[in-house]
């Protein structure tokens, strides 16, 4: 079925179209130019896999599998290498850089090359923690930071506490969520997808673009890691999917999301973010409840089978199913958030309301399954 896509005239092909597209072109058509980014960063991360491929297993970063994997032979774990490269080569050449704009680039490249020394050595979670507040302290310095609080010292403070708590946050709850084939390259799509679509209606051309592109690269790693049939080709690893949050958890913070009021404003990342805010906190008070973490480290390091698409698959889906349905959640609560960024505070509070309710159910399924396990 993937004989075509491995072909090595395939690859090269991507490869040469992914130069061309990235290559500054005059266009005028906002979605047209977007689109051009979107394949640009596709195909370059398509074609750029097999060498990640190739210096993983030179380097020993693969993935044995084990009792908390699903996965039956040892895979190349550091994939998302080829979507930062990919991303990054496409930003550089279609971007005049702001300084919010060269805070989220920088701390995301901070954070992608702790978590690839992080696939290859096996870092603590302190550092990895410490990582990530070095990351978070150029954001700041860049002012990308939540802004909601008066203009005084105890004001700053509750805003970059907010801000470290969304991004740390965030990045972490995707990561959580890369446990299957596909399920956390096609929920970047999907993200960056639907925060481009709003970026649009809101009329912010370059989040647009800068949405476009690294949905593009997550979008390029799909034929090699959504494989269902065979082994997948490699991994995102830490690398792929702590880059890939942070840089969502960062734009959303950078972008201005409707000029309503901030109750939409904000609401509508909420919703967009909501399947791995969920996920992240029913697995951690279902962890803490069981005793199985304590604190804030073995939170951190704890690895099982007990997020969404676990649960997704104990109730009977297998890998594809369950990406489908998660991605799904994730499309039905980002459509809310594009109707609730331009109405009225009446119409946000239904649609938040009715996203609760749908999480209220979610959790019903995934407490019975706990119960039968």
């Known amino acids: 079925m993937f004989s075509f896509l491995d072909h090595t005239l395939t690859r090269s092909a991507a490869f040469i179209l992914g130069l061309m597209l990235v290559i500054p072109w005059n266009i005028n058509g906002l979605l047209t130019h977007g689109l051009l980014l979107f394949f640009a960063s596709c195909f370059l991360t398509f074609a750029l896999l097999p060498s990640v491929v190739k210096l993983a297993k030179k380097i020993g970063a693969m993935d044995y599998p084990d009792a908390r994997r699903v996965h039956l032979l040892p895979t190349p774990r550091i994939g998302g290498l080829a979507v930062i490269i990919a991303v990054n080569a496409t930003l550089l050449f279609n971007f005049d850089y702001s300084l919010a704009f060269k805070g989220v680039v920088i701390s995301a490249l901070i954070v992608g090359l702790l978590s690839f020394w992080d696939d290859l050595k096996e870092l603590s979670a302190s550092i990895k923690l410490l990582g990530q507040f070095l990351a978070l302290a150029v954001l700041i310095y860049c002012d990308v930071v939540i802004q909601f609080a008066p203009d005084t010292w105890w004001g700053d403070i509750l805003e970059y506490g907010l801000t470290a708590f969304w991004i740390i946050g965030i990045t972490n709850a995707f990561n959580f969520l890369d446990g299957i084939n596909g399920l956390a390259a096609a929920l970047a799509t999907t993200t960056c997808l639907l925060m481009g679509m709003l970026a649009w209606h809101t009329g912010q051309t370059y989040m647009l673009f800068l949405c476009l592109a690294v949905a593009g690269g997550a979008a390029g790693f799909l034929p090699d890691n959504a494989r269902y049939q065979t082994q ?88 594809a199913q369950a990406v489908l349905l998660v991605v799904s959640f994730s499309v039905l609560m980002g459509l809310a958030a594009l109707a609730l960024v331009k109405g009225v505070a009446m119409t946000v509070w239904l649609l938040l309301a009715q996203a609760i309710v749908f999480y209220l159910v979610l959790s019903f399924f995934m407490l019975n399954i706990n119960k039968d396990e």
């Open 232 to 319: 997948a080709r490699s991994f995102l690893g830490d690398v792929g999917s702590t880059y890939l949050g942070w840089v969502m958890a960062a734009v959303a913070v950078m972008g201005d999301w409707s000029d309503s009021g901030a109750l939409q404003a904000y609401s509508a990342p909420l919703l967009i973010f909501s399947v791995m805010i969920f996920d992240m906190i029913y697995t951690t008070i279902a962890r803490v409840s069981r005793g199985d973490v304590h604190n804030l480290k073995e939170w951190i390091e704890y690895v099982g089978k007990d997020h969404l698409h676990h649960r997704l698959m104990a109730l009977g889906c297998n890998q």
